[in-house]
């Protein structure tokens, strides 16, 4: 089942791209949701074509307009979690970084994801068999983290936490990375970055796909109490700080200077 599964995953996300690039090359408003961030007529698209096609497996599905509108599921142990149009502010700028985010979580862990940028046509997945880039031919890159070298961060000091310049002076980061929506994770898949320390709040559909394909390419991520981000935690289904780093052991040394610079500051 997992490989049909992850199939339908992505099939969904190429349809959702779609109705996305159909409103981006057009004219289109932004409306303000209750939590001030916006909203418009891709996103709602996206997430009804990507619902019409997950229904047929009878998983439930976590998907952020739908929270927004009051549906909240019963999850339990095997969901979906779904992100229709992760970067809707960069979408309003027409910058091109904004991303179909869809993961199956299992036991609380993001199990699969796929991660495609509409703009771009950069589609990642990552699950079982490992992470990998498809290209528009339809090869499948495989993908792998890499610790080595100096380091990069995929964040911006300009507008980041005040705590990431002592992150970056204490890991000698060489250059810092700027990309909008889940495309941080990707990188950090590609090897093309090592660190992401997230000081802002984030919710669980933002992350859940983005974790998968990381995580599948050698990654981690975890809390600021080392332990690895997970997913279905109810409520208002917001992360707690996190890292994001190349792989489990500078993860877990990024989490405790976090941790200590957050306790300064």
């Known amino acids: 089942m997992t490989q049909p599964l992850l199939d339908l995953m992505l099939d969904a996300a190429r349809a959702a791209s779609a109705e996305i690039m159909e409103v981006y090359l057009d004219e289109f408003d932004a409306e303000e949701k209750a939590d001030g961030s916006p909203v418009t007529l891709a996103d709602q698209r996206a997430e009804a074509t990507i619902l019409e096609m997950l229904a047929a497996t009878g998983i439930p599905v976590l998907a952020e307009e739908s929270v927004a509108a009051g549906h909240l599921p019963v999850l339990g142990e095997r ?65 792998r983290t890499s610790a080595d070298g100096p380091m990069k961060v995929v964040a911006s000091r300009s507008h ?45 559909w933002d992350t859940a ?45 990024a989490s405790v200077e976090m941790r200590g610079l957050l306790a300064r500051s």
Request: glycine share 12%; proline share 6%; with cysteine.
């Open 160 to 204: 980041g936490h005040a705590a990431l310049d002592g992150f970056c002076d204490a890991f000698k980061v060489v250059e810092d990375v700027s990309v909008g929506s889940s495309l941080k994770f990707c990188l950090l898949a590609r090897g093309e970055a090592q660190l992401y320390p997230r000081f802002t709040p984030t919710s669980e």
């Open 209 to 253: 796909a983005g974790q998968a394909v990381l995580e599948a390419a050698g990654g981690a991520v975890l809390t600021l109490d080392g332990v690895p981000l997970s997913y279905g935690k109810g409520g208002n289904h917001l992360n707690p700080f996190f890292i994001a780093a190349a792989n489990a052991d500078l993860a877990a040394r």
């Open 79 to 143: 969901f979906f979690c779904v992100d229709p149009l992760d970067g809707t502010k960069e979408f309003v700028k027409r910058n091109g970084e904004f991303t179909v985010n869809i993961a199956l979580v299992e036991h609380g862990r993001p199990t699969m994801g796929v991660v495609l940028a509409p703009a771009t046509g950069a589609t990642f997945v990552g699950g079982p068999d490992g992470a990998f880039e498809i290209t528009h031919h339809n090869e499948r890159l495989p993908l």
